[in-house]
């Protein structure tokens, strides 16, 4: 137990929470300060067994209305393409995915804040795109649930099923990448003590998010999330490059 990061537990707790009102899954937050404590590596094995969890708890807890046809155009890309960036991840410079990911979440940020309007279409072509790219930075980066949130939300589900849907989509992309990064080596002996931890988070976050969905305003808390990750991407570059 000596061994354990607390704050890093709290810090993942809160990711999780986050995450869930937000509707961006709890990667967005939990790649770029779990990368304070471990190698980069480590990080992507870590957060694709901690999502494995996390979904599973948000298909038990919003599983009304679970969107099929969705879970078809954007699930299957994303689960192919996931397996491609896991691959690819292997033989990329951790300093470069390092700065790559504070760029990625300045960009992604600032675009959602500015362009407050941002939409999707929602037909297959789109679906498919945006299945496509989030399972390709989820691959590389760990992190690819607001590109397909941004395209979920064009289909204007309630937001139970929102969640539950995605939460489908996330974890067949997760349980892929996570077989890709085993055979990599990015799961190891030193990141196991904190998987019984990260499934009780995964199960105590995601039902203190439900409990705040019902308080807050989704655009409200959204809008909030968007600055933290610009806070955290700006603080992931500066540690990157120096």
């Given at each position: 137990m000596k061994n354990l990061e607390y704050l890093?537990?709290?810090l993942a707790l809160f990711a999780e929470i986050i995450g869930t009102v937000g509707g961006f899954g709890s990667s967005v937050f939990f790649v770029p300060?779990?990368?304070f404590y471990f190698d980069f590596q480590t990080v992507l094995g870590m957060t694709a067994l901690f999502h494995v969890a996390s979904n599973l708890s948000k298909i038990a807890m919003f599983k009304k209305g679970i969107d099929k046809k969705l879970i078809t155009y954007i699930g299957i890309p994303a689960v192919i393409f996931v397996i491609?960036?896991?691959?690819i991840a292997k033989y990329l410079n951790e300093y470069l995915l390092e700065i790559v990911l504070g760029i990625f979440l300045i960009s992604l940020s600032l675009l959602f804040l500015i362009k407050?309007?941002?939409i999707v279409k929602p037909n297959k072509?789109?679906?498919f795109l945006g299945g496509t790219f989030s399972g390709l930075f989820a691959g590389i980066l760990g992190t690819g649930g607001a590109i397909r949130g941004l395209t979920m939300a064009a289909f204007n589900l309630e937001k139970n099923?929102?969640?539950a849907?995605?939460?489908i989509i996330d974890f067949f992309v997760d349980f892929s990448r996570s077989i890709v990064y085993f055979f990599n080596g990015f799961i190891t002996k030193e990141i196991l003590i904190y998987i019984p931890f990260l499934v009780v988070i995964s199960i105590v976050g995601t039902y203190l998010g439900k409990l705040l969905l019902k308080r807050i305003s989704q655009d409200s808390f959204k809008k909030m999330s968007l600055y933290l990750i610009l806070i955290i991407g700006v603080a992931t570059l500066f540690a990157a490059l120096l």
């Amino acid at each position: 137990m000596k061994n354990l990061e607390y704050l890093f537990l709290l810090l993942a707790l809160f990711a999780e929470i986050i995450g869930t009102v937000g509707g961006f899954g709890s990667s967005v937050f939990f790649v770029p300060v779990a990368n304070f404590y471990f190698d980069f590596q480590t990080v992507l094995g870590m957060t694709a067994l901690f999502h494995v969890a996390s979904n599973l708890s948000k298909i038990a807890m919003f599983k009304k209305g679970i969107d099929k046809k969705l879970i078809t155009y954007i699930g299957i890309p994303a689960v192919i393409f996931v397996i491609v960036g896991g691959i690819i991840a292997k033989y990329l410079n951790e300093y470069l995915l390092e700065i790559v990911l504070g760029i990625f979440l300045i960009s992604l940020s600032l675009l959602f804040l500015i362009k407050k309007n941002l939409i999707v279409k929602p037909n297959k072509r789109e679906a498919f795109l945006g299945g496509t790219f989030s399972g390709l930075f989820a691959g590389i980066l760990g992190t690819g649930g607001a590109i397909r949130g941004l395209t979920m939300a064009a289909f204007n589900l309630e937001k139970n099923a929102f969640i539950a849907t995605s939460a489908i989509i996330d974890f067949f992309v997760d349980f892929s990448r996570s077989i890709v990064y085993f055979f990599n080596g990015f799961i190891t002996k030193e990141i196991l003590i904190y998987i019984p931890f990260l499934v009780v988070i995964s199960i105590v976050g995601t039902y203190l998010g439900k409990l705040l969905l019902k308080r807050i305003s989704q655009d409200s808390f959204k809008k909030m999330s968007l600055y933290l990750i610009l806070i955290i991407g700006v603080a992931t570059l500066f540690a990157a490059l120096l």
